[in-house]
């Protein structure tokens, strides 16, 4: 077998050595760095200009309507207020989709200003964000008066018309305000009452617009959307609706304010509010009035706030536990930024990209052209570590205008460039990204890694003579080995990056639930073990016909193994997206490396060449995580002690969360954890094959339970090894803020360190530990399922006629198993199919729970049968979609409810429907 084999191997090393070519590039050098790309769009076809405009995106334009401007000369002019509206659509989209389809050539981008129907009246300095329904237009002002109108605009591509709807207008008039979306909610705050700045506020509006009322036809959001519906034909107005309205909120805990700053960005636990800068009148010691610019920032978390808390008649709130501090204070901008334009980028970064800093407010008149401009630089703020840095110069820097998240970028429209001086440029910024050489050193220490693993598995084919050796390893594994494995099989390199990721953005509330893992290991090791070990089972579903019936074994094995297959496509697949990110490697290649070398030594050598693989690669990762916390520990600030300094007081080692209420049934309250922990190790360490079949690799059932205990304490050990590394990520950023890359999700900070801080040759040993976390996942997965196959698919119904004939057969279904994985993990890499894939993994993960429901039922209970338990199990994966889909429960409740859902309706079953009495002597633990 190994000789035939071979040509196999030759192929797979050709094509990753062909590969490997696309690495010399990679060794030359790097792209030259900068964080922002400015580019000019079509100017605004008024000349003049336009500031304090609304701005939005809707139907795939580009819409700016109102605004003000001094027409020429402007120092003699007074200021207008218009009511024109311009849109910039796509030039000539239907030419351009045309010369696609006929060459499948992309045609440059080309922009052109279509004039649309003028607003009722002209306005100007209202807030504007834009939703799925359209552009929202709040509030605003004239020359004589402040406006409580709001309105939407919604550009209908298939018309080219512009479409208005009135919404509920708000509780009173407001200009200078900043408004933002945050959750399906939009947030008006501050601003003026009146046209004087002493009539600053620091009221916050909200309007849910889940509430919105549909029209007739019109399809309803899903829950949790953000809008939905079209807008009805322009100068039309929804139907009044008692909850879609304008309601208080608990203003933020600093001084009133306009011309400020509002957007929204997600700060690790969820996404928030940010109000920024501005500017308010304050009365001197003297009587006289001055001007204050403000540098503040605070932050708003709506999932901790609760709106019933709060009594606006009094401005009382009473929130308590998780809810009794929705606003923070955060660090202060270096310089006043008032009126500039800001959005969102990336996962945790805001980019603040003008505004005045107040050095030449009172100078404009004696200035007049001589004035040079508002300053033109821009900041980066992230959200996580509370950090600002200088982002660079820019080209211009456009005051009272809106930043605009339009096809990919941010557009700046128009606006002040100085007093009295509008420009009608437009102006498109993206985020540049920087790739770095990932050098020959760490290549070569990767390549020897994964030399290694492929000679591991030549080693362990000879030693593969029957099916027993095959998918057990002879029952020759000494227990650490076998604990090694089982550890690695858990930790998968998702949860490499993912683990420090989450510490990284948030504390070590999760951690606890690693360590549920201690309380599951004698559950595994005295309850369930036992009966797998009695009848010498080689597939864990082998019990559930012995319990129940064929039907179920086969059902139980099916899931399994089609779990697995999607299972197998995502870690090769999530994985290589870091992995490409890191070396400069195509994600296609990380992913035939990762699979097909995972292919070669699962093949040839079968469960014993997973075992030991796993063994070296539980060595190979722990030694990558240790090495890495090390070195960002020693790379920080003050070494440990600013460390530890750091985490304590920025809260970053906080462990549990102690909320009892009835509410927190939707946080990572420390009962949620712990139940949801439990039931997720209950679900691996009772029902899941890849988990099973290492118990039957040891001599004995004693070394068997030695393996569960040493995986346990190796699991503990590892989360908070990996917490801490997640902790070091953020004081070490934290410190070098500079260093945090904008177009890096927040899910690849340890790659992001990896590939620019460690050194030659280490990091090349980082990676390997990456993919040493993928490999010992996939080539389970590999081996388990073709397990599955021949031994619930094969076995009962004499589909070979010898041993001889299993093992050939359990070698080509690794085969063709692995490949199937792998060639679905590459389909997601080239095809736009990952919403259909995560249907699949969805609907095939309802019956994770179920499945364990199925084993606990024929362990704890006499009285369930075959027919009651699938009913169980059919209805516990019903209710499971029912509250993942309806209900606001934690994610990390599901398996616990999937397990509790399915026990309890087939036991029930069991009872209410009649079946023979079935011998389950030694099956149970009652008469184990």
Known sequence: MVMRAQPLCRVLLAGLIAASAGVAPILAGQEPSGRLEWTRLPDLPDAAGVAGAFAGASGGALVIAGGANFPSPVRESEKTWRDRVWVLVEDDAAAAETQRAATGEEKEESFAWIEAAPLPRPVAYGASVSTGAGIVCIGGCDRERTFSDVFVLRWDPATRSLERTEWPPLPAPVAHAAAAEVGGVIYVTGGTRSLDLESAT???????????????????????????????????????????????????????????????????????????????????????SAVRFLTDLHEFDPSRYDPRAYDPATGEYSGTGRFARPWRRRADVPACVMAGPAAPAGQSHIFVLGGDDGALFAQGGDLRDGHPGFPRRSFAYHTITDTWIDAGPTPANHVTAAAVEWRGSIVIPSGEIRPRVRSPAVWRVSLRATHHAFGALNFTALFVYLAAMVAVGFYFARRQGSTNDYFRGGQRIPWWAAACS???????????????????????????????????????????????????????????????NRTTRLIGSAFFIFFQLGRMAIVMFLPSLALALITGLEVRVCILILGGLSLIYSTLGGVEAVIWTDTLQTFVLLGGALLSLAILVAQGAGGAAEFLAVARADDKLRLVELDWSTMSIATAALWVVVLGGFGQNLISYSSDQAIVQ?????????????????????GVLAGVLFF?????????????????????????????????????????????????????????????TATAVVTDFARPFDLARS?????????????????????????????DVRSLWDTFIGVIGLF?????????LG??????HGRGALLGAIAGAAILFTVERFTQVHVFLYAAVGVAASFAAGYLFSIILPAPQADTRGLTIHDR
Request: charge should be positive; proline fraction near 7%.
């Open 486 to 548: 089982i550890f690695a099989t858990m930790l998968s390199s998702i949860t490499f990056m993912a683990i420090p990721a989450k510490a990284f953005a948030t504390d070590w509330v999760y951690l606890v639930g690693h360590i549920t893992i201690l309380m599951m290991a004698p559950v595994a090791a005295y309850v369930f073990l036992p009966f797998f070990r009695r009848i010498d089972a080689t597939s864990a579903y082998e019990y559930l016909e012995k319990r129940f």
């Open 202 to 288: 620091s009221d916050v509006w909200a309007l849910d617009l889940s509430l919105r009322p549909r029209r007739s036809g019109e399809t309803p959001a899903a829950p949790g959307a953000e809008t939905a519906g079209a807008a009805a034909p322009g100068g039309s107005t929804e139907s009044p609706s008692d909850g879609f309205r304008w309601r208080p909120v608990l203003p933020w805990p600093g001084p009133s304010r306009a011309f400020h700053i509002a957007t929204a960005q997600h700060n690790g636990h969820a996404r928030c509010l940010y109000v920024i800068s501005g500017r308010r009148a304050e009365t001197g010691a003297g009587g006289e």
């Open 803 to 831: 041993d001889r004939g299993y093992l050939r057969l359990a070698r080509w279904m690794t085969l063709l198993l692995g490949a199937a994985g792998t060639a679905a993990a590459l389909l997601l890499a080239s095809f």
């Open 848 to 856: 994770g729970g179920p499945l364990c429901g199925l084993f606990c």
């Open 724 to 784: 801490a590394v997640g902790t070091a990520l953020y004081v070490f950023y934290k410190s070098q803020p500079e260093k945090l890359d904008p177009t890096y999700q927040t899910d690849a900070i340890f790659p992001l360190f990896i590939a620019r801080e460690l050194p030659a040759g280490l990091a090349g040993l980082v990676v390997a530990g990456i993919f040493a976390a993928a490999q010992s996942t996939i080539s389970t997965s590999m081996n388990s």
């Open 859 to 864: 362990v704890l209970t006499r009285r369930a």
């Open 694 to 714: 290492r118990y039957l690799t040891t001599v004995d059932e004693p070394r068997a339970r030695r393996a569960i205990w040493t995986n346990g304490v190796l």
